[in-house]
């Protein structure tokens, strides 16, 4: 029954380690802001994890010496003393006696006081971290001065080893990525809130380069064009708010809604776009979405205009651009091609505009987190270094490029097959 005692005894203090050790400091700080006292022990012991551990360490040394001691004085010598009484040789009944009770020890050990306490601390570590840090404490104060002894030694040690320094509790967005994965696998996330909580994060790693619609593809004003031609612009425009530009490309002086100057026209006045025009905020090409994220929130016309260093108008920012960052591209007309395409053959078509880190994501392309292009016509140039011509073919890592169609000098379409 001692015996069996210490085993039990063994077991709780290798799942009391475990516990305390695996368990998430977040979950027990939420645990502890609830009231669970056990919860805000357990903090403070994984916070000492030199003390905490030389605790336990003492405790199972104990343990480990006492049910030794006590196996072979007692039980191997019975078991022994046994085997001599039914007729067994001296020699071999001593052999008997101690190997028996050594192997039944050992696997009852391993048992009852190793695995089964260390997967009940695996799958529930705050709660069972929670329930034995007050007995963790206690047992650490108890046998402070010798836990004293055994955190300066392991410090000492460590320091001869060169692991002075104290470990540092990150976490990567690497394993932020791998747990919602992991969520999504066992059903806890839907696949569409794995997408969004995914786009989520790609939108803090763009810059507002990676979230605009380059200056080719905006729609504007010119108050320099006549009047016909700037009432079929507002006319035949699918936008609710134009850019307005006074004659050079670079001298964009505001963004006008749509609606205002449709009843302009309703009502017969005569059109001065100047008096509807409201100021649209500024942001480098180079600032981070967040930033830009702010600009908009503070602004009225939900955009946000993209310059350069130079004061070069390169593109604008709405509200619905960052939103498509989370959610994916929105259909816009009837017709509109997708960022990439499986074809039968294997191979992907993909839009030279797709932004680069979707790409990735979805083709497991690697790419720099340092690199100085935003989209899939920028990976293409940086790879060959000049404009490519039109069905012209390279190899890069594991895959075949084509460029299929060209815009003008825009890279419009890449198709690409996989290398076996």
Not at 47 to 57: A, I, N, R, T, Y
Not at 97 to 108: E, F, H, Q
Not at 240 to 258: E, F, T
Not at 282 to 298: E, F, K, P, S, T
Request: proline share 3%; glycine share 8%; aromatic share 4%.
């Amino acid at each position: 029954m001692i015996v069996v005692v210490l085993t039990i005894v063994n077991g709780l203090l290798a799942m009391s380690e475990l516990a305390v050790v695996s368990a998430r400091p977040a979950r027990l700080r939420t645990m502890a802001d609830h009231g669970n006292k056990g919860a805000a022990i357990a903090i403070r012991l994984a916070e000492d994890p030199g003390k905490f551990l030389s605790s336990v360490q003492i405790g199972i040394t104990l343990v480990g010496i006492l049910s030794g001691a006590f196996s072979g004085a007692t039980l191997g010598l019975r078991l022994t003393g046994w085997l001599q009484s039914v007729g067994v040789a001296n020699n071999v009944a001593d052999v008997l006696g101690v190997g028996v009770v050594v192997v039944l020890i050992t696997y009852t050990s391993l048992i009852l006081g190793e695995l089964v306490p260390k997967q009940i601390a695996l799958r529930d570590a705050e709660g069972v971290a929670a329930r034995v840090a007050p007995a963790m404490k206690l047992l650490a104060s108890v046998g402070s001065p010798i836990v004293w002894l055994l955190d300066v030694s392991g410090k000492a040690v460590l320091a001869l080893l060169g692991q002075s320094g104290e470990s540092e509790e990150t976490v990567t967005e690497e394993e932020v990525k791998t747990i919602i994965a992991e969520a999504t696998t066992a059903g806890v996330i839907e696949s569409d809130e794995h997408s969004m909580i995914s786009g989520v994060m790609r939108l803090a790693d763009r810059s507002a380069r990676g979230l605009m619609t380059p200056r080719l593809d905006v729609e504007l004003i010119d108050l320099s064009d006549d009047l016909d031609e700037i009432r079929k612009t507002i006319v035949t425009t699918h936008r609710s708010r134009l850019l307005v530009q006074d004659g050079d490309s670079d001298s964009i002086i505001g963004v006008v809604a749509i609606t205002d100057l449709i009843s302009v026209f309703a009502n017969g006045q005569p059109l001065e776009i100047r008096k509807f025009v409201q100021p649209v905020p500024v942001v480098m090409d180079h600032a981070d979405a967040l930033d830009v994220v702010r600009a908009i929130r503070n602004s009225t016309v939900h955009m946000a205009l993209v310059v350069d260093e130079y004061g070069h108008f390169e593109g604008i920012v709405t509200s619905g651009d960052i939103l498509e960052v989370i959610t994916g591209v929105f259909q816009e007309e009837t017709g509109d091609d997708p960022a990439l395409v499986r074809r039968e053959d294997g191979s992907f078509l993909v839009a030279g505009w797709m932004p680069v880190d979707e790409f990735s994501d979805k083709l497991g392309i690697a790419i720099q987190r340092d690199a100085k292009f935003e989209t899939v016509a920028g990976y293409v140039l940086s790879i060959i270094n000049r404009l490519p011509a039109e069905g012209e073919t390279f190899v890069h890592g594991d895959w075949k490029f084509e460029v299929v169609d060209l815009d003008g000098r825009r890279i419009d379409k890449v198709l690409m097959t996989r290398i076996e």
